[in-house]
């Protein structure tokens, strides 16, 4: 459901009224994203270049006078209520998983010192869940501005996206870099983001595809590990730069390291700390390189990146799977594909592949007959239209 058709689609009908009686006030809507190159370096202080797409979390919503927060998600036709007067009894802790995003986004607002009134909402959206495309960050960041609207109030960016990121770490338990939010927030059109995670420093850099594509492609494996594994692989990081801080005692992450003083000592780190530091820091200079491919338009130079990037994290970071490897294996044969490679926390969930315009038939026929014959699984497949960033619709 594109941004337009959501805003007509609760213009028009009744879904909003036949829950909460009357119309809705706003729609908020906030795209997911798919990581072109850049993975698992965002909580390292690195370098991600990712594109928001065309998938959305709406929230459609309006005020309400007293301080009660009224939410009903439409996919799972799930309702829950809270006041934000009662937060700090942390009675949230029981809620359920989606609900806690909006109590987690109110509950930091609100130690912000914003004063909030309550709203009745409803969620609504086909960012796919669980597939690495971020959905949960388009609903923590739709639930932040429906918030902000509902109240009137404003807030820049940069520090939106932080207390997005915090609401994943403090109320979900995920130990999330800043990318997905700052994404979905700064997302353009036509436009990769190339984003310093340390500075959150961006530029928007034209992708300049000319007959190429990208697409999409979900496993449809639930990724079940992703979030313990994501917390381990960045404590494994973090006991790296750890014991780097003996020759090196002024770094304060994995991004303050180059290559060449690392394999100087890279001997010094157990095995498995040493492969993922390695993958960060070879990943970070991929990115920078990769930017500078496609800024020289050298677009298979980008894709050798691309599949350069998925064998780091299947061989040294150790996030893929064998669904993962397979769908890249696949669309590696394929004349006209120039890179392909998993994206998000891994274990699961989706690749990003740039084909040929020429090439995207082929590529769907062959993924459907030899992923479901060898996965015993269909897949989802989509050609990514990258979009705009968050934004806020009134309706009329």
Same mark, same amino acid.
């Given at each position: ?9 609760? @213009? /028009?009908?009744?879904?909003?009224? /036949? ?15 798919? /990581? ?37 998600? %439409?996919?799972?036709? @799930?309702?829950?209520?809270? +006041?934000? *007067? ?15 995003? %909006? ?25 796919? #869940? ?13 639930? *932040? ?53 340390? +500075? ?7 992708? /300049?595809?000319?007959?190429?594509? #990208? ?12 979030? +313990? ?20 005692p002024d770094i304060s992450s994995l991004r303050d390291v180059n290559l060449t003083d690392f394999k100087n000592y890279e001997g010094e780190l157990p095995e498995l700390t040493q492969k993922r530091c390695r993958y ?49 294996? #696949? @669309?590696?044969? #394929? ?9 998000? *926390? ?28 060898? *996965? ?10 990258v979009g705009d960033g968050a934004s806020v619709q009134k309706v009329s």
């Open positions: 459901m594109t941004l337009t058709h959501a805003s007509e689609r609760f @213009a /028009n009908d009744r879904t909003y009224e /036949n829950f909460f009686g009357g119309a809705p006030e706003f729609i908020v809507s906030a795209p997911g994203r798919v /990581n072109l190159i850049g993975e698992h370096t965002d909580y390292n202080d690195g370098y991600v270049f990712p594109v928001a797409i065309d998938k959305y979390v709406h929230i459609v919503a309006r005020p309400r006078k007293d301080r009660q927060v009224t939410l009903h998600a %439409l996919d799972v036709d @799930a309702r829950y209520e809270f +006041s934000l *007067a009662m937060l700090c009894d942390e009675k949230w802790v029981s809620a359920p998983t989606w609900s806690k995003y %909006l109590v987690g986004v109110a509950t930091l607002l609100q130690r912000s010192d914003k004063t909030l009134c309550g709203m009745d909402a409803i969620i609504t959206g086909d960012v796919p #869940i669980g597939a690495g495309l971020s959905s949960s960050a388009a609903l923590t960041v739709s639930s *932040a501005l429906a918030f902000l609207t509902a109240n009137g109030l404003e807030m820049d960016k940069k520090g939106l996206a932080t207390l997005c990121q915090r609401v994943e770490h403090e109320f979900i338990g995920v130990k999330c870099g800043i990318m997905d939010q700052t994404i979905s927030l700064f997302g353009r059109a036509d436009h990769g983001l190339f984003l310093d995670c340390r +500075s959150l420093a961006h530029t928007h850099v034209p992708l /300049n595809l000319g007959e190429h594509v #990208i697409v999409i492609c979900n496993t449809k494996v639930k990724r079940e590990l992703a979030a +313990s594994e994501y917390n381990k692989r960045r404590a494994e990081c973090e006991k790296g730069v750890g014991i780097l801080k003996r020759w090196f960060v820091l070879e990943e970070n200079a991929r990115v920078q390189q990769a930017i500078d491919e496609l800024k020289a338009g050298d677009l298979p130079a980008f894709g050798n990146l691309m599949n350069a990037s998925h064998r780091g994290l299947r061989d040294d970071y150790k996030v893929s799977c064998k669904e993962l490897d397979l769908l890249t294996e #696949i @669309a590696g044969g #394929i004349a006209g594909v120039l890179g392909t490679r998993m994206t998000g *926390a891994g274990f699961g969930g989706c690749t990003v592949t740039l084909a040929h315009r020429d090439a995207v038939e082929t590529l769907r026929t062959r993924i459907m007959r030899e992923y479901v014959q060898q *996965a015993g699984i269909e897949p989802e497949i989509y050609l990514c239209t």
